[in-house]
């Protein structure tokens, strides 16, 4: 169950590199068009729902335990 956990919380660590990476880009005005712009909120969106569903996961795992 460790090793689970910590997969688990290097997943999390992954997608915040994701989403910080994604945020600087488009801080630097990288998107070259509204399209660009909307794709990149999009992938925000979705890497911040997976994070949420791998925290919720892991806390379902630790409340189990006990």
Do not use: W
Request: net charge negative.
């Amino acid at each position: 169950m460790y090793q689970t956990k910590q997969a688990l919380d290097l997943l999390v660590k992954q997608i915040d590199a994701s989403i910080k990476q994604i945020e600087e880009d488009l801080g630097a005005k990288s998107a070259k068009s509204y399209e660009e712009y909307c794709n990149k909120c999009g992938v925000i969106t979705g890497l911040l729902t997976a994070r949420r569903n791998v925290t919720d996961l892991t806390k379902n795992m630790e409340d189990s335990d006990e």
